[in-house]
């Protein structure tokens, strides 16, 4: 009885001690949020207005995992995120039941053939598989999930030579010949951790037929690992390729030319979500990513808006062959469409003068970012569904089309989505956030902050230590797989025998009211200007 009793004194004691403890703590912050000039609601409310702010706080975990439904979400809906997981982990595409888009909204469909053209008359090479790594679920319950993972031998669905992409064949010493239709879009080693960049460099590797955009920030030893295709981006800034003083270094330059995996080179002059230099802050910039940059650790970053080497076409097309000449590889150059006048300006200089790129990003206005300004992200910048023909378009009118091959980008995450692209004017798709999300991203949002809770987008090394390169590598690898193989049952649907053939009048347009207008009505082609 008495060891009862001194138990339930000290039970009594422990419940009044963290009563006491809890009436402290919000009497303190009651005085304390009273005395305070920076919330108003919080000098009338201090207790309501703090559950106000941490509830507040809580909005963006609580609408994407409870309230959005799964066709709601920003920019990413949970199906597309999901869709991508799937396709990284488990290789897969299969769903029941059926389809939950809004068939009632207006949307692009691709048109079907009557008769769809048989598995074995595709244009495909699936002689060399591609050692990868799947799991398979054993059971699943609500509170329980057994899934086990095994090696197996994958078909890569390259290209067969026939219709591989050739990019500056008629002007390159060495011209880049791609397999595959599609690759990682432009993510900068600062912006990534070296994780992340490796673990996308080893599964790209993996897969083949792919290739790696550098970003701005410079080529590392991250990018390296894996042997993949690299294209060197180098934007205003002109890391890896500059002096000290932010000159450009041709020396630098010859440097990163001359190794093997770096396949072409891309001019930065804008990005879809910041139509401006780009912005690193200085908690992500570690003294090797300095050291690479050619800048002051630990200091942010921001590139100027444009390059300083040149200011109109005719300088910039120097500059191009420049690189030209001393790289023997081919260069490129990635905008975003908005200024009509100017993008025709540039393509009939083109024309004119027989110079210019070898191949144009086309970013849409919905691109992602490590880092931008919410009304650039917005309001700058036409969407890739309304840029892409307007390229493909003007390039053709000018008759130079033949000679430059067009990049798309702009979350085109998914086999469809990618197969709208090449209808609408790609040669070649680039994948940006899909290729996060096989690495782990879970859309935080605060790509910005070096607080990426998977270790995705940020260099914190604590943080890092969530991503496995090995696992990760794998899902990107599959990840790839997965979408050259939904891109052939697209091209069969179509009638069509290899992705490669895909054309506006594969895609029709449904309205509000359920009418239908084929693609070739939206954008006619545009007459071409003789010489």
């Known amino acids: ?134 799991y398979q679920v054993d059971k699943e319950k609500l509170f329980q999930r057994k899934e086990h993972s095994s090696y197996k031998e994958a078909n890569p669905f390259y290209l067969p030579d026939e219709e591989a992409v050739v990019i500056g064949g008629d002007t390159c010493k060495h011209p880049f010949t791609v397999k595959g239709l599609i690759g990682q879009s432009a993510m900068s080693y600062g912006s990534l951790g070296e994780k992340a960049i490796t673990a996308l460099s080893t599964g790209l590797g993996l897969a083949g037929g792919a290739w790696m955009n550098t970003g701005e920030g410079g080529l590392s030893h991250h990018h390296l690992k894996g042997g993949v295709d690299i294209i060197y981006q180098i934007g205003p800034g002109l890391f890896g390729v500059r002096t000290k003083d932010g000159e450009f270094s041709w020396e630098e330059f010859k440097r990163k030319s001359e190794i093997d995996e770096v396949k072409a080179f891309e001019l930065k002059l804008a990005q879809g979500a910041k139509t401006r230099g780009g912005h690193v802050d200085g908690a992500k910039v570690t003294p090797e990513i300095a050291e690479i940059r050619n800048v002051e650790p630990w200091e942010s970053i921001d590139s100027p808006n444009r390059f300083y080497q040149f200011g109109n076409n005719e300088e910039m097309f120097e500059f191009m062959k420049q690189l030209r000449e001393v790289s023997g590889k081919p260069i490129g150059m990635k905008v975003v469409v908005g200024n009509i006048e100017q993008l025709e300006g540039m393509v009939s200089h083109m024309a004119s003068s027989q110079e210019g790129p070898d191949f144009i990003t086309v970013d849409g206005g919905e691109g992602g970012t490590g880092a931008s300004y919410q009304e650039l992200a917005d309001a700058t910048g036409l969407p890739i569904n309304s840029a892409l023909p307007v390229v493909d378009d003007m390039l053709k009118k000018y008759n130079v089309r033949d000679r430059v091959k067009v990049f798309a980008s702009g979350q085109l995450i998914s ?80 009638g069509i025998d290899c992705p490669t053939k895909f054309e506006r009048k594969h895609i029709v347009y449904r309205d509000e009211h359920g009418r239908l207008q084929s693609l070739e009505n939206i954008f006619p082609s545009a007459e071409v200007v003789k010489p």
């Open 1 to 134: 009885m008495e060891i009862a009793a001194l138990l339930l004194i000290g039970i009594l004691t422990v419940f009044f001690v963290i009563i006491i403890a809890i009436a402290l703590f919000i009497i303190r912050v009651m005085f304390k949020d009273k005395r305070q000039e920076g919330h108003s609601i919080l000098r009338n409310y201090p207790i309501l207005g703090k559950m106000r702010y941490i509830t507040e706080k809580m909005g963006p975990e609580l609408r994407q995992y409870l309230f959005n439904d799964d066709n709601e979400g920003k920019p990413f809906t949970r199906n597309q995120m999901e869709g991508t997981y799937i396709s990284a982990k488990y290789n897969k595409r299969l769903i029941g039941f059926g389809s939950e888009r809004d068939f009632e909204a207006p949307g692009y469909y691709l048109k079907n053939a009557m008769y769809p053209t048989q598995r074995e008359e595709m244009l495909v090479d699936n002689e060399n598989k591609v050692r990868t790594k799947v």
């Open 415 to 494: 086999p469809d989505k990618v197969a709208m692209a090449l209808a609408m004017g790609a040669d070649l798709v680039n994948i940006a956030r899909g290729m996060m999300f096989s690495v782990g991203c879970i859309q935080a949002e605060i790509c910005h902050t070096n607080n990426c809770p998977v270790g995705v987008a940020t260099t914190n090394p604590n943080l890092q230590k969530a991503l496995i390169v090995e696992e990760k590598s794998f899902r990107t690898c599959n990840y790839v797989l997965s979408l050259r193989d939904g891109l052939y049952n697209l091209a069969a649907a179509v």
